[in-house]
């Protein structure tokens, strides 16, 4: 990371990378690049997290700003787990993080995300899976009175700010317990819930307004944040 913290952009060596591994997705021809992927790829990764995180914070004063590049910070491991995956490709093609709060895994909390690829980046608000606990608590507030409407209240918002889309159905039913024809039958179906607005375009990639433009989408979908840190987070 440089000494600045500032940043500038990716550079268009570091996306070149990222097309690059698609098609040389070994370690030979990664170790023989590796000089490229860490100062034109990580470097601007870590100067990214860093500026967004500081960001982010004036969302939430909690979310963690960790720039490490082994999985244990914002920034999600390179390498990829072949140990039960057909496909044994070492190496991701993209950069991806998530901004939490950091008590737990990154991935069982609400999080901010994001996902590069060489072309363009995906942002998401919200949590991909919840845990036992967490599905209970969701649903227990999905089904309140006041929490619920809360909810659907902020989902209406959402709608009316933009192409923003809601994810993380995955039940067919209304899970035992709950009525089959409850006012908000759809979201007790919910196995997670995320929302992502419209992908950022290549053009933001190499440029410091990447950061701006993401916080333009991450601030209408904090409240989805919100409420699940208020209602499943704990």
Do not use: C
Request: net charge negative; aromatic share 12%.
């Amino acid at each position: 990371m440089s000494d600045t913290n500032s940043f500038n952009g990716f550079p268009k060596e570091g996306l070149q990378f990222l097309r690059d591994i698609e098609v040389n997705n070994n370690k030979a021809w990664f170790e023989e690049n590796r000089g490229t992927f860490d100062s034109y790829l990580m470097v601007p990764a870590q100067d990214f997290v860093a500026a967004l995180g500081s960001r982010l914070q004036a969302l939430d004063p909690a979310i963690v700003v960790d720039t490490r590049t082994d999985g244990r910070g914002v920034l999600m491991r390179f390498y990829r787990d072949t140990r039960f995956s057909k496909d044994k490709s070492p190496y991701k093609t993209n950069i991806a993080g998530m901004f939490s709060d950091g008590q737990g895994k990154k991935t069982e909390r609400p999080a901010y995300g994001f996902h590069m690829s060489a072309d363009s980046m995906e942002l998401m608000a919200g949590m991909f899976k919840f845990s036992t606990a967490q599905l209970a608590a969701y649903r227990e507030a999905v089904a309140g009175e006041g929490s619920g409407k809360e909810l659907v209240s902020i989902l209406r918002a959402l709608g009316g700010a933009g192409e923003y889309h809601l994810a993380g159905e995955h039940y067919k039913r209304v899970p035992a317990g709950y009525e089959a024809d409850h006012p908000r039958a759809d979201l007790l179906r919910y196995a997670g819930l995320y929302v992502y607005p419209p992908v950022l375009e290549g053009r933001y990639l190499s440029s410091p307004d990447l950061v701006e433009a993401s916080m333009n989408y991450f601030k209408t979908m904090a409240p989805v944040y919100d409420w699940l840190a208020k209602y499943v987070a704990e």
